[in-house]
T-cell receptor, first 117, second 115 residues
Framework: AQKVTQAQTEISVVEKEDVTLDCVYE???????LFWYKQPPSGELVFLIR??????QNEISGRYSWNFQKSTSSFNFTITASQVVDSAVYFC??????????????FGEGTQLTVNP | DTEVTQTPKHLVMGMTNKKSLKCEQH?????MYWYKQKAKKPPELMFV???????INESVPSRFSPECPNSSLLNLHLHALQPEDSALYLC??????????????FGPGTRLTVT
């Protein structure tokens, strides 16, 4: 069975603060994929990043960065110098590497991030 | 800019109505998905189509009937729904899975209210 835990239900920060969203996962697959999605109030899930289990390199994209650590089964997401437009629900998700599990995304419960001006 | 479109944006229907949700993708993907999302919850997978064939039905009640007329279109036919079926219905598409699992791209959703 696969599981994703996002322990932070809600986070509130002031603009320009850095914020880290935590994601811990469980899987028995040796090959798996991790994702982050952003869901603003409009409702559409926006894809942010995909990471393969065999690639532990951290990634930076503008103000966004991701820290993947297999040793702790974590895939954390940091927003640097947060902005009001970053306010959204952020979902961490996991997919297996096999045909039967690859089509299923297991989502965490989501973290509601509010960035105040 | 989303390349997965969904219509209608909002839908209100009675429990005896028949309606359809439509989804179209313009990315050449061969896998398409329907999800249901209740407020303050993550999306729940309903159906998966791969190469226009239904590959996964997550034990969804028969009042929901999916259809994939071609590789770009996905419909969800609704009949005799219950008030608890009120939710945001999301469509997604991706490259079909194989040696690599690809990300899914989501549409803006249809907000359904059953009265």
């Amino acid at each position: 069975a696969q599981k994703v835990t996002q322990a932070q239900t809600e986070i509130s920060v002031v603009e320009k603060e850095d914020v880290t969203l935590d994601c811990v996962y469980e899987t028995r697959d040796t090959t798996y994929y991790l994702f982050w999605y952003k869901q603003p109030p409009s409702g559409e899930l926006v894809f942010l990043i995909r990471r393969n289990s065999f690639d532990e390199q951290n990634e930076i994209s503008g103000r966004y960065s991701w820290n993947f650590q297999k040793s702790t089964s974590s895939f954390n997401f940091t927003i640097t110098a947060s902005q009001v437009v970053d306010s959204a629900v952020y979902f961490c998700a996991l997919s297996g590497g096999r045909e039967t599990s690859g089509s299923r995304l297991t989502f965490g419960e989501g973290t509601q991030l509010t960035v105040n001006p | 800019d989303t390349e997965v479109t969904q219509t209608p944006k909002h839908l209100v229907m009675g429990m005896t109505n028949k309606k359809s949700l439509k989804c179209e993708q313009h990315m050449g993907h061969r896998a398409m998905y329907w999800y249901k999302q209740k407020a303050k919850k993550p999306p729940e997978l309903m159906f998966v189509y791969s190469y226009e064939k239904l590959s996964i039905n997550e034990s969804v009640p028969s009042r929901f009937s999916p259809e994939c007329p071609n590789s770009s279109l996905l419909n969800l036919h609704l009949h005799a729904l219950q008030p608890e079926d009120s939710a945001l219905y999301l469509c997604a598409s991706s490259q079909p899975w194989g040696r690599v699992i690809y990300e899914q791209y989501f549409g803006p959703g249809t907000r359904l209210t059953v009265t």
